[in-house]
């Protein structure tokens, strides 16, 4: 069956950078998007970016344009996004998300990593 | 960009009521490319609707999408307890970005 497994909770400080990763497993990394959604406490989802079947080619949202990068490792099927000049507001809880087989919206989601930033 | 305006924002509601919550994008969606979830505290959202109409694998008929254009409606048609939750629409349109409402809180009354 289908499953993203995330990376473990980060603390991180003002500046710093994070990289969450995901790996998927039940299929093949290659045939399909990958997106990556966070969520603030308290707050509602926000998409953040998407990374195409064959890695070539990414689209960010443009709240973090310059700051985020998604990539991908075909050899251990796992997805990466790094968010770089970490601030307060980025404290959250980061999800990567796939579409499913017959339903194009995102049926699969990994648990979720908290991002912590604090001095 | 699409950007997605759910209302209302707070709806209280007792079980066996009907839910009707409402999503408004900025612009058409296209090809009906309009997604629902539901996310209940600590947990990732579960998808709902697809393409406006289409449930999910393993959600029950008391829940049903509705709409066109850029005026979108998820129905809930008898509440039950485990119902209450946050709700997102979610548009994938043809180009990013993919942007999802604001949510819908469903409380009970």
């Known amino acids: 069956q289908v499953q993203l497994v995330q990376s473990g909770a980060e603390v991180k400080k003002p500046g710093a950078s994070v990289k969450v990763s995901c790996k998927a497993s039940?299929?093949?990394?290659?045939?399909?998007?990958m997106h990556w959604v966070r969520q603030a406490p308290g707050q509602g989802l926000e998409w953040m970016g998407i990374?195409?079947?064959?890695?070539?080619?990414?689209s960010y949202a443009q709240n973090f344009q310059g700051r985020v990068t998604v990539t991908r490792d075909t050899s251990t099927s796992t997805v990466y996004m790094e968010l770089s000049s970490l601030r307060s507001e980025d404290t959250a809880v980061y999800y990567c998300?796939?579409?499913?087989?017959?339903?194009?919206?995102?049926?699969?989601w990994g648990q979720g990593t908290l991002v912590t930033v604090s001095s | 960009e699409i950007v997605l305006t759910q209302s209302p924002g707070t709806l209280s509601l007792s079980p066996g009521e009907r839910a009707t919550l409402s999503c408004r994008a900025s612009?058409?969606?296209?090809?009906?490319?309009l997604a629902w979830y539901q996310q209940k505290p600590g947990q990732a959202p579960r998808l709902l609707m697809y393409e406006v109409s289409s449930r999910a694998t393993g959600i029950p008929d008391r829940f049903s999408g509705s709409g066109s254009g850029a005026d979108f409606t998820l129905t809930i048609s008898r509440l039950e307890p485990e119902d209450f939750a946050v709700y997102y629409c979610?548009?994938?349109?043809?180009?990013?970005?993919?942007?999802f409402g604001q949510g819908t809180k469903l409380e009970i009354k």
């Open positions: 979610h548009q994938y349109d043809s180009s990013p970005p993919y942007n």
């Open positions: 612009q058409s969606v296209s090809s009906s490319h």
């Open positions: 990374i195409s079947p064959s890695g070539t080619s990414t």
């Open positions: 998300a796939r579409r499913g087989v017959t339903a194009p919206g995102l049926e699969y």
């Open positions: 039940g299929y093949t990394l290659s045939n399909y998007f």
